[in-house]
């Protein structure tokens, strides 16, 4: 059975970082690729970030560009979020998803980041 | 705003069939066959219903299906049934600038 389970977030300030993991199990985590994905409070769904299965191509949202970090390990099964310059914004519940080419097929429960003086 | 459109709400009364538009752009949904539509009930996680377009993953209804006509994708539910309310999401590749792009979500109400 795929699982994955995101740990990392909480409470920060404006400005801050916070450093998000995804533990994935179930299947062969080192031939898939991955994304991040968020979704604020009672809000939509927005793509935050890719990561290819051998880390050669990584593409983010414009909004996060700069700021964000994604990157994986693919010998502990894990995704990782580096995110810095925090905003009000960013307040979301983020997801990792699995890749499915263009498209994601299986998503964590998600951990939530709140942004907040 | 989300880069791809969809109205805000849609409704059916049981048996009904109910479709759900998705409006992009010759960027996105136009330019490739990468649509995608998602489940949602309140509190849990998204669920794939289609891909590429008009593909179900294993264990999605057959009432289920989709369709694509230019920068338009659309989302048929057909003998709606009480637990196919919920929020319905469709996103397309955009191109390695703009990965993935959601819509909006549309909330489907069972009358």
């Known amino acids: 059975e795929v699982q994955l389970v995101e740990s990392g977030g909480g409470l920060v300030q404006p400005g801050g970082s916070l450093r998000l993991s995804c533990a994935a199990s179930g299947f062969s985590f080192s031939s898939y690729s991955m994304n991040w994905i968020r979704q604020a409070p009672g809000k939509g769904l927005e793509w935050v970030a890719y990561?290819?299965?051998?880390?050669?191509?990584?593409y983010y949202a414009a909004s996060v560009r700069g700021r964000f970090t994604i990157s994986r390990d693919n010998a502990k099964n894990s995704l990782f979020l580096q995110m810095n310059s925090l905003r009000d914004e960013d307040t979301a519940v983020y997801h990792c998803?699995?890749?499915?080419?263009?498209?994601?097929?299986?998503w964590g429960q998600g951990t939530l980041v709140t942004v907040s003086s | 705003q989300s880069a791809l459109t969809q109205p805000p709400s849609a409704s059916g009364s049981p048996g009904q069939s109910v479709t759900i538009s998705c409006t992009g752009t010759?960027?996105?949904?136009?330019?490739?066959?990468?649509v995608s539509w998602f489940q949602q009930h309140p509190g849990k996680v998204p669920r794939l219903m289609i891909y590429e377009v008009t593909k179900r993953p294993s264990g999605v209804p057959d009432r289920f299906s989709g369709s694509k006509s230019g920068n338009t994708a659309s989302l048929t539910v057909s003998g709606l049934q009480a637990e196919d309310e919920a929020d319905y999401y469709c996103s397309s590749y955009g191109g390695n600038n703009n990965f993935l792009v959601f819509g909006g979500g549309t909330k489907l109400t069972v009358l």
């Open positions: 010759s960027s996105d949904v136009g330019g490739y066959n990468y």
């Open positions: 998803a699995r890749d499915h080419t263009y498209d994601v097929d299986y």
């Open positions: 990561i290819h299965s051998s880390s050669n191509f990584i």
